[in-house]
C-alpha cells in the first residue's frame, strides 16, 4: 500500500496525486472549485516569506493553500 | 413566498439594474478572475460604460454598449469566479444572472495558458444556457509559451462557437462580434455538449426535469434546475432562497419527487454528501479529456520565467525588503514628480484667482459675493486640483501598473501569514492595497471575500490604509514638517516618512482585526485560496488612458463636486460673526480642549469633521480657517504652508499627531455609504464609524501625551 501524506509536507519541487480530500462544506467546495479532485497531479512551488502559505501548481494554475487546507488534502508523492 | 424572495441576495437585483434600451440584446460576460476579461470588456466597449471606476478589477458590475453590425449590444461584465456553485457572493450575483434568462448570450473568457480549470466554469455556464460562445483570451502569452490550442476541435466538442482573442492588441474581437451576433440572430444554432452524470443521476435529472419546467419564470435550462435541486440540503427554507428559480413553486409536488431521486441515488452509494462531490468529479474529469484532445505543450518547462520571477519576489529573503521598496518607490517617484508641476498648476490657478478678484472689483459687485464665489470656493477648487491632481496623475498609473503585472497577488501570499494569525482572510490583503486608491472601492472589493465575519472585519478595517484623498495632506505634512527639518534628500525622507504610516496603516489594521476577532466577530479564519496568476506584459498605454480617465477623473471630479460647496461652508462659517467670533472659532474654541489632548487643536479637528464628505479638503479648509480674514493666501509654496502653520503654534508633534488622526478617523461619506449599501446594516456602518475614530483618538492620545511627558514637545 502507497503511503499517503498531506499536500502541506510534500517537499518543494515534488508532485504529489490527490488521493483523498478531508476537508468537508464550503472548504471542500473550493478545493473541487479548483479541480482538486481523486488523482490530480500537484506540485510544490514556493513557501511564502514566513514558511505559510505554500504556492501549489494545480491544473496549469498557481494556487496558494494555507497549511490547515494544505493539511486536508492527502497525497501520494509521486 | 414573498419573503423569501426578498432574502435572497440583496446586492444583485440593484446591481443589475440595467436601463435598457429596447434594441439592446444583453450580453452577460463571464470567466474566471485573471482571465483578461476586463480586457475583452474594455476593448468591446471602449469608453462607453457607465460605472466601473476601478478597472482591473471588477468590482461593481460594469455595463457597457456597442453597435456590431445593424445591432446595439449591452453588455455586463459579471464579476470573476471559479464556478457557479455560489460559495460566495460573487458567484451568486453571476449565478443569479446567467439564470434570470436576461441575457441572450452568455460569453465566457478563458485564459488559453489554463484552459483546463477555464473549461470548469464553461461547462458549467453550458448546464444553465444553450446561448454561449467561447472566448479563448491570452493567445499571445500561451504562443510564448508553446501552448498551442486547437480552436476548430474545441468548438467541434462544445459544440459552441469558439473564437480565440488576443484583447490586449484587439486581435480577434472582430470575430467574437460576429459570433455573437450570428448566434443572437438565430444564424448559428449551438449543441452545447452536457457533461453525462452516470446512468443513475441522469434517470434522477429526467424524472425531476418535468417539476421544473412548468414553473414560471423559469428561463433557465431545466436540466440545469433539476442539477441544483439535487444539490445541498434541501429541506431547510434557506436552500429555497438560495435557488431562486424555484422560489414559487409547487414545493410539495417537487419535494415528493426529490425524495424519489434521493433514494435511487443511495442505491447507487451515492448520498446527498457525495452529490456535490460525483457532479465536480464528473465536469472536472470531462475538463480534462477535452484538454488533452485540444491542447498541446511546446516544452515542459513553460512557466519557468514565472517560477524563478517568485522565487526572488515571495522568498524567505527578498520577498518583504522587495515589497517594501516597491512601494517606497512609488511614494517617491509621486513626490519627487508631483512637485514642479503642481506648483507650476497652483501659481496658474491662484493668477486666474486675482483676475477674478479684480474682475469682482471692477464690476462693483458685493463683497460677500466675492468672498463666497472667489475666496471661499475657487479658491478650495484650486488648492484641492493643485495639490491632488500631480500626485494622482503618476501615483494611479504606477499603482496600475504593479496591479497589471501581477504583483498585488504576490503581497496577499506575502502577508497571508500575518492576516491568518489575525484570525482575517488572507484576501483581506487584496482588499487593503484596493483602498490605497479609495476606501469605498477597497470596501465594494471585499465581496471577494465569502465567510461574512471575514468580510466585516475587511470592510471595518478597509479606512487604515489611507485613499488617495488622504496622500495629499500627508504627502504635504510629511514634505513640510518631517522632510522640511531634515536638509538633504528632503524627498527620500518624505517617501520614507509616508511608507512608514503605511506600514503603520497595516498594523493597525492586523491589531483592529485581531481585536475584532477575539470581541465582536468572534470566530476563526475561514478556508481560503489565492490565485497567483502569471505575470503579465503590461500594457502600457491602456494602463495610462485608463488610470487617468477612469481613477484620476473620477477621484478628482468627486474632490472637486465635493470642494465647491465646503468651500463656501467654509467661508460662511469664518466670515460670519456671533458676537466677536466667527462660528468657525467658536466651534475651534469648543473642540480646543479635546483636541489638545489629541496633541491636535480645535480648528484642526474641526477641519477633520468639515472634511467628512471628502478627505481632500481638510488642508484647504484647515488654511482657509487659520487666515484670520477667513480666506485662503497664496499658497504657491508649501514653504508658505509651514509658515502659516508655524504661526499658529504648530510643532513637529502636531504635524504627526495630524498626520495619525488622518490615518486612524471616521471614513468619508462616500466610504460609509458604500459600507451601509454592503452590509446592509446601519449596526456595522455605526461600528466602523466608532472603531475608526477611537483608534485615533487613543493612538493621538497616548502619542500626545508620552512626548509632553517626556519633554519632548
Known sequence: ?78 | MSRRQESRDPIAPEMFRIDLNHRDLVIALAGNPNTGKSTVFNRLTGLNQHTGNWPGKTVTNAQGRYVHKDKSFLLVDLPGTYSLFANSVDEEVARDFICSGEPRITVVVTDATCLERNLNLVLQVMEITDNVVLCVNLLDEARRKQIQVDLPALSEILGIPVIGTNARDGVGLESLKDAVYQVAMGNLKTTPLHVSYGDVAEKCLRSLEPYVQGIPNNQANSRWAALRLLDGDRNSETSWAHFPLLGTGDTKEITDALALADQMLLEDHIDKAAWRDHIVTCIVTRAEEITRKVIIYGKQNYNGMDRRIDSILTSKVWGIPVMLALLGLVFWLTIEGANYPSQALASGLFWVGERLTQLFLSAGWPGWLHGLLVLGMYKTLAWVISVMLPPMAIFFPLFTLLEDLGYLPRIAFNLDNYFKKACAHGKQALTMCMGFGCNAAGVIACRIIDSPRERLIAIITNNFVPCNGRFPTLIALATVFIAGGMGAYPTIVASLSILATIVLGVVITLIVSNLLSKTILKGLPSSFTLELPPYRKPQLGRIIIRSLYDRTLFVLARAVIVAAPAGMITWMFANIYIGDLSILRHGANLLEPFANLLGLDGFILMAFILGFPANEIVIPILVMSYMSAGQMIELDSLQALRDLFLANGWTWLTAVCTMLFCLNHFPCGTTLFTIKKETQSTKWTLVTFVVTTATGIILCFAVAQSARLLGLA
Open chain 1, 1 to 78: 500500500m502507497e503511503r499517503l501524506i498531506s499536500l502541506h509536507h510534500l517537499a518543494l519541487g515534488s508532485t504529489g496525486k490527490v488521493r483523498q480530500l478531508t476537508a468537508d462544506g464550503n472548504t471542500k467546495r473550493r478545493m473541487l472549485d479548483l479541480g482538486l479532485i481523486c488523482g490530480t497531479r500537484v506540485e510544490a512551488l514556493q513557501k511564502s516569506p514566513s514558511g505559510d502559505p505554500i504556492a501549489y501548481e494545480i491544473r496549469g494554475a498557481v494556487i496558494a493553500l494555507r497549511s490547515e487546507e494544505a493539511a486536508q488534502i492527502l497525497v501520494e508523492v509521486v
